[in-house]
């Protein structure tokens, strides 16, 4: 449900944005792999593992929360790593990503979106506990202000690229060629 194989077609990278262009995930390159899940505002590649590792950690013991806790606010990069992966969840939307999924995703594959969403929303809730805040960014008033107002802007945008996705990809849509335009222009 990105649009990672169309940034594949624009050529704006210093490099292809694949390793083999026949390749399978294998050969895809991050930087364009992660701006890709970024634009559905899902962000899967920084927050996946991070729900299960806490989890796999309570289920040792639950007193390793406190644990959690206490590594939060005594250990500096702890803090920092919960932090950055906390504002990736404040610029999160799960709504959008489904818009994506339900745009542009077959029907078999649906499920697999929804049991990520609530992977999501259960990480997002223990990384909260974790850092003992009840809101998003609660540590970073600024900050949320900020992505606050511009969310509006970003919703509209992500709306028009997913429906946009979709009309490209239909099969029956045709496009007039246009002249090639590439980074050297």
């Not at 929804?114 to 809101?135: F, M």
């Not at 496009?175 to 980074?183: F, M, N």
Request: with cysteine; proline share 6%.
């Amino acid at each position: 449900a990105t649009p990672e194989t169309e940034y594949g077609r624009m050529n704006i990278g210093s490099r292809p944005s694949k390793r083999k262009p026949s390749g399978g995930i294998e050969s895809l390159r991050a930087i364009p792999w992660i701006f890709a899940w970024t634009q559905t505002r899902f962000h899967l590649p920084v927050w996946l593992g991070f729900g299960c590792a806490f989890k796999h950690i309570l289920k040792k013991d639950i007193r390793n929360f406190h644990m959690l806790q206490e590594m939060y606010n005594e250990w500096p990069f702890f803090r920092v790593t919960i932090d950055l992966v906390e504002m990736v969840f404040a610029k999160g939307n799960p709504g959008i990503a489904a818009l994506y999924d339900r745009l542009l995703v077959s029907e078999g594959l649906q499920p697999l979106g929804e049991k990520l969403r609530a992977n999501y929303e259960e990480t997002q809730k223990l990384l909260l506990q974790v850092a003992g805040h009840k809101d998003l960014l609660e540590g970073d008033p600024y900050l949320k202000q900020r992505l606050r107002l511009r969310d509006a802007y970003i919703t509209t945008m992500n709306v028009c690229q997913a429906y946009t996705l979709k009309r490209i990809r239909d099969p029956d849509y045709h496009v007039a060629l246009r002249p090639h335009l590439s980074k050297e222009v």
